[in-house]
């Protein structure tokens, strides 16, 4: 069984951006790529998670990228239902999530998570300024009933999920890490305020 396996969580249907987000660039380089750059160092595999529509842009741009769309039960149920496509189809003991649209992501992120998997928990959420980040996260195979049965309760919420379960929050510095890039107005502001251009 591979120690852990990464999740590329690339649903999202993007409607404010007015574009995939996905294939949105910076610097040349598209967005996803950041994420999986960064994960890279860490996995045995990767597996992207997207949705039909996007499937046959990642195939085409990726042809030997491991890709998959979510449960046919769950389709359309947000990131929860992207971990918990992985989950049940790459057996891994932990499972890094990244989601598409964080182009200032870095290796050091998940270095410093992965660095609490000895401990008895059974996700590793970042925070930042005390605001958690969980579609940057480390989430144990432990956790897979409890997502589908929350799935099939009709909850989609990540942090709702979490309630009562054993997590560690784990405080990280840079906050430029996680810049979620939500439009290109607010995305071309960020570049130009952060010199990141």
């Not at 249907?13 to 995939?20: A, H, L």
């Not at 057996?91 to 270095?111: L, N, T």
């Not at 000895?118 to 009933?145: G, R, W």
Request: with cysteine; net charge positive.
């Amino acid at each position: 069984m591979n120690q852990f396996q990464g999740v590329l969580l690339a649903g999202g249907q993007s409607k404010r951006f007015g574009s995939p987000k996905a294939f949105a660039k910076r610097n040349g380089v598209y967005f996803y790529e950041y994420s999986i750059d960064a994960m890279q160092p860490f996995c045995s595999s990767i597996t992207i998670i997207t949705s039909q529509e996007l499937l046959n842009r990642f195939q085409s741009d990726l042809p030997n990228a491991d890709i998959l769309t979510d449960e046919k039960q769950f389709e359309r149920q947000g990131p929860l239902a992207g971990i918990y496509t992985a989950m049940e189809n790459k057996r891994s003991e932990w499972y890094i999530i990244a989601p598409i649209d964080v182009p200032f992501i870095h290796a050091s992120v998940f270095k410093t998570l992965i660095s609490y998997t000895n401990t008895e928990v059974e996700a590793i959420i970042p925070t930042v300024s005390e605001k958690i980040q969980p579609l940057t996260a480390l989430y144990h195979y432990s956790l897979k009933n409890h997502i589908r049965n929350m799935l099939k309760q009709g909850h989609r919420s990540v942090k709702k999920m979490l309630e009562n379960r054993r997590i560690v929050y784990v405080p990280i510095e840079e906050n430029k890490y996680f810049i979620n890039v939500n439009n290109q107005k607010d995305y071309y502001w960020m570049m130009k305020k952060m010199h990141l251009k």
